[in-house]
């Protein structure tokens, strides 16, 4: 079941979740399960890798985790890891709307809320002159969008009930904006799926467009070859990408910031022949994603090995 087709509004579905938020964390991810796959949740004996992710919800808690789920702190550990040259440069992280001088920011730019997620929260300006002249209202519409980020609630019981945004205070990050260069189609990503530091799975996405969906092709991280599945919430793919010229140092970063964790996603660009950094992710799609075939599932669930209850 599509809950998002069935509930077409996100500010109805946060305004339940949030209603819901009494229910324990255990029962509503069972609950949510069920609605996304009509199956039931096995957390006892978890094989697919939706499962598992469920379970690394619920009962393995690491607070470098935490630190990582944030896009302003995990700057710091990236630095530590020895990789703070693949850091978007930055211009600035902000408590509220009164420390943004928008007239001193660049004419391109990116903002995002230091804990959004999956795409949401981000605001992409890539002319800055031209983007008041379009609006008609100035910069009132960007500055009301990135101020609904920063009065949302600090708390993660309104989603998927991933633990790592509990706690925090929604900030405001804005960096440079990476100009890709034409003949690549736009900014690419790679996804490295990581597990204790040994990337395995990769997503490339790539074909981008604004405000809708983009292509996403699934490849062995290894040797990037580009595997027979597909993601059923996505569109695939529908050329192949090349692999980068700098794909080996690539792995070994990702390999880097991943190792201390029993699963991650980190997501770098490559761009004009440099490597810069995006985030990193525990729960990808909250754990509720599809594939085709339905094989995959288990396929990726068994590469994550499950480590100890913590909780």
Not at 11 to 39: A, E, G, T, W
Request: charged share 30%.
């Amino acid at each position: 079941m599509d809950y998002k087709k069935l509930i077409s509004s996100q500010k109805l579905r946060i305004y339940i979740l949030n209603f819901l938020c009494f229910i324990p964390d255990r029962f509503m991810v069972s609950i949510q399960y069920r609605i996304k796959f009509n199956r039931r949740l096995d957390l006892k004996n978890p094989r697919r890798f939706t499962e598992k992710i469920q379970w690394y919800k619920l009962y393995y808690r690491d607070p470098l985790m935490g630190q990582c789920a944030d896009k302003a702190l995990v700057r710091n550990y990236v630095e530590k890891c020895g990789c703070g040259h693949t850091l978007i440069p930055l211009i600035g992280v902000y408590e509220s709307m009164q420390e943004i001088d928008f007239d001193k920011l660049p004419q391109k730019f990116v903002a995002k809320d230091t804990l959004g997620g999956g795409g949401n929260s981000v605001f992409i300006c890539g002319d800055k002159s031209r983007m008041i002249e379009n609006s008609g209202r100035g910069i009132d519409p960007v500055m009301k969008l990135m101020e609904s980020w920063i009065n949302r609630k600090a708390g993660y019981k309104a989603g998927g009930r991933e633990w790592v945004y509990g706690g925090k205070r929604h900030r405001i990050i804005i960096e440079e904006y990476l100009e890709s260069c034409p003949e690549e189609g736009g900014l690419i990503d790679y996804k490295f799926f990581c597990f204790y530091g040994i990337p395995q799975i990769l997503y490339v996405i790539a074909d981008r467009k604004v405000g809708e969906r983009a292509g996403l092709g699934i490849y062995s991280a290894k040797d990037y070859t580009r595997l027979p599945v597909n993601r059923c919430d996505e569109e695939p793919l529908m050329r192949d990408i090349e692999k980068p010229e700098k794909y080996e140092e690539m792995l070994c970063i990702a390999g880097k910031l991943s190792k201390p964790f029993p699963e991650a996603r980190i997501d770098l660009y490559f761009v004009k022949g440099k490597i810069y950094f995006g985030e990193i992710t525990f729960f990808d799609g909250s754990g509720y994603m599809s594939f085709e075939p339905d094989q995959f599932d288990f396929q990726l669930g068994g590469l994550f090995v499950l480590p100890k209850k913590n909780i």
